[in-house]
Each structure stands twice: as C-alpha cells, then as structure tokens.
C-alpha cells in the first residue's frame, strides 16, 4: 500500500461499477463477457484452444450511450483497472 503506478499519480480514485448498474445492453455486455471477461478470468483454457483470441473491443455511439459505464463495469468485474481519457 502506498506504492501508486506514476501512469495512476494524479488520477481519480476508482469509481466501482457493477454489471447490475448498466441497465440493458444485452447483446454488448455479452460480446464483451465473451472478448474480454473470459480471456481474463481462465487464460489457462484460451492457451490450449487452436483459435485466436481477439485483443481488444471498440466502443462507439452516442455521448451518453453508456459506453464508459459498460467498460468501467467491465473492468470492476474482472479486476482490470480502467482509466477514462476525456
């Protein structure tokens, strides 16, 4: 404790968002689930499968669609830190 990463000196504290405060958003939170939250939490089965895995996901839509909410659920959910650049 009171090591902090110098990308992190200044920043905010994190904000802990759940997947039970993004409301809808079904069919993103499953493509994200699958791309990302999986890859992360059993890396063990995505190195033995012969498929790639994808690296990354982007986020596009409207200001005030939801998708800073999504990825900071995202990141709480998978113990993933997530920095928001405005």
């Known amino acids: 404790e009171g ?3 110098t990308a992190l000196r200044g920043t905010q504290p994190p904000v802990i968002t759940e997947w039970e405060d993004v409301g809808g958003m079904l069919a993103a ?3 994200l689930i699958e791309a990302v939250e999986m890859p992360t ?3 063990d089965i995505f190195a033995s ?3 790639r895995v994808r690296s990354g996901a982007l986020l596009y839509g409207h200001p005030g669609a939801g ?5 900071s659920a995202l990141g709480g959910r998978c113990g993933l830190s997530f920095i928001s650049v405005k």
């Open 41 to 43: 939490l059993h890396p």
């Open 29 to 31: 939170k499953a493509a």
């Open 49 to 51: 499968a012969p498929l």
């Open 67 to 71: 998708k800073t909410l999504l990825v």
């Open 3 to 5: 090591l902090v990463p």
